[in-house]
C-alpha cells in the first residue's frame, strides 16, 4: 500500500535508531535473537586409562580425559544446563587399520564411553560421529581403494557403526563422512536394529576446510592423513550446492541438519535455515576455537566478549544449536549473567 505522508518514510531527525540503544533495558528489549544454555552441544574426547588428563596444545583448554573423568565432565556440564555431548575418542594408533574394524567393534573406546556416560547421566543427550577416520591407518572418513575413499562400500560399514554405537546407548547418530547415501542407509540400518527412535542429525553441508587441524591433533587423525578431503568434503566455493545436499539428507531420514564449519560459513546457516525450517546446527570447529585462544592468549581480543559475540551470530544466522568448545565457558557465563 501506498503511504501518503508528508514524513519521508524513516527519516532522520524523527527516526533516531539509538534511542532504542540507549539504555540496557531498552537494548534487552529490542533484541531479535538470544543465546541461552539450551543451544549448546559440548564435544569431548576420550582416551584410554584411568585418571589421565592429557591437554590438546592446539586447543587450549580442551584435554582429553580418560572415561572416568569423562564422566565427572559430562556431570559439569549437566550441572550448567548444557543439553547434551558429542563424544570423540583418541584411538590407540595401534588399533588403525586399513578395513577401520575397530570402528564397528561394540567394545571400542567410543562405545564404552558412551555406556559410562549414559549410565551415570541418563538424562544428557549423548551425540556420536559416524565416519571412520579415528579407526583408519589412511586417516579418512572412507576406506581407501587404489587411493580413492569409495562409496557404497564405506557407507555399509557406516551403517554397522550406526547400530554399534546406538546399542551403546548414543541417542543421536551424526554422520560426519560426507559419503552420498549414506543418511539412507543408515536410517535403514538402525530401523532394522530396533533403534527406530534413536535421532539422526546429518552433518549436511561439510565443506573440505582448513579450520579442522587442531580436532585432528585432538583424536590423533592428521599424523594418518594422507592427502585432504576434497573428494567427499563440499568445496568452499558451493553454497547452492550445499542446499542439495541438505535436501537429499532430509529426504533420507536426517531428523536434524548440521553445517560445518561455522564463522565462515553463516549464510549458509541461514540459507539453509530460510530453505527447509528443520531444526539446524552449526558446528564451530577447533580452528575457530583455537583462533580465538591465541589472539586472547596475546592479548590481542577479550576472549569472553569475542565467543559470546560468534555464538550469537550463529543464532542470528538462524542456528537453533551449536557444538562449541566453549559450551562450559558459555554455560557458565550465561548462568552468572542469570
Ligand atoms: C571427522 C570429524 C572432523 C570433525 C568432526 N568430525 C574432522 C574431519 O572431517 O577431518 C572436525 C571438528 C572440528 O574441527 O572441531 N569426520
Known amino acids: 500500500m501506498e503511504r501518503t505522508s508528508r514524513f519521508a518514510p524513516g527519516a532522520f531527525p524523527r527516526t533516531r535508531l539509538r534511542r532504542t540503544r540507549r539504555y540496557d533495558w531498552s537494548r534487552r528489549l529490542v533484541a531479535e535473537n538470544a543465546l541461552s544454555t539450551d543451544d549448546l552441544i559440548w564435544p569431548v574426547f576420550a582416551i584410554e586409562g584411568e585418571a589421565k588428563r592429557e591437554a ?39 588399533l588403525k587399520t586399513p578395513d577401520a574394524r575397530e570402528a564397528t ?12 556416560v549414559k549410565e551415570s547421566h541418563p538424562g544428557i543427550g549423548v551425540l556420536c560421529d559416524v565416519a571412520l ?13 587404489d587411493g580413492y575413499v569409495v562409496n557404497d562400500e564405506t557407507v555399509a560399514v557406516l551403517a554397522t557403526q550406526a547400530v554399534v554405537q ?21 536410517r535403514d540400518a538402525l530401523d532394522e536394529a ?15 576446510s582448513a579450520f579442522y587441524g587442531p580436532f585432528r591433533d585432538a583424536v590423533g587423525s592428521k599424523a594418518a592423513l594422507k592427502g585432504d578431503k576434497k573428494t567427499y568434503q563440499m568445496d568452499p566455493a558451493n553454497a547452492d550446492e550445499a542446499l542439495r545436499e541438505v535436501g537429499l539428507d532430509i529426504d533420507e531420514g536426517a531428523d536434524m541438519v548440521m553445517v560445518k564449519p561455522g564463522l565462515p560459513y553463516l549464510d549458509i546457516v541461514r540459507r539453509v ?26 592479548g590481542w581480543l577479550e576472549y569472553d566478549q569475542a565467543m559470546m559475540e560468534c ?28
Open 133 to 145: 577416520d579415528p579407526f583408519n591407518s589412511d586417516g579418512h572418513d572412507g576406506l581407501v581403494r
Open 273 to 298: 535455515k530460510d530453505a527447509f525450517g528443520v531444526p539446524t546446527f552449526v558446528y564451530s570447529v577447533s580452528g575457530e576455537y583455537a583462533m580465538l585462544k591465541a589472539a586472547a592468549a596475546q
Open 166 to 186: 546406538a546399542e551403546a546407548g548414543c541417542d543421536v547418530i551424526a554422520p560426519s563422512d560426507m559419503m552420498d547415501g549414506r543418511i539412507g542407509a543408515v
Open 56 to 94: 590438546v596444545p592446539s586447543m587450549p583448554g580442551v584435554d582429553r580425559l580418560s572415561i572416568d573423568l569423562l564422566v565427572d565432565a559430562v556431570a559439569g556440564a549437566g550441572d550448567l544446563g548444557i543439553p547434551a555431548v558429542a563424544v570423540f575418542a583418541y584411538i590407540d594408533p595401534a
Open 194 to 208: 530396533g533403534f527406530e527412535r534413536v535421532t539422526i542429525m546429518a552433518y549436511a553441508a561439510k565443506f573440505a
Open 105 to 116: 567393534n561394540p567394545d571400542n573406546l567410543i562405545c564404552r564411553a558412551v555406556r559410562a
Open 311 to 338: 555464538l550469537l551470530a550463529f543464532k542470528r544466522a538462524g542456528a537453533n544449536g551449536i557444538l562449541t568448545y566453549a559450551a562450559l565457558e558459555a554455560a557458565t557465563l550465561l548462568k552468572r549473567a542469570g
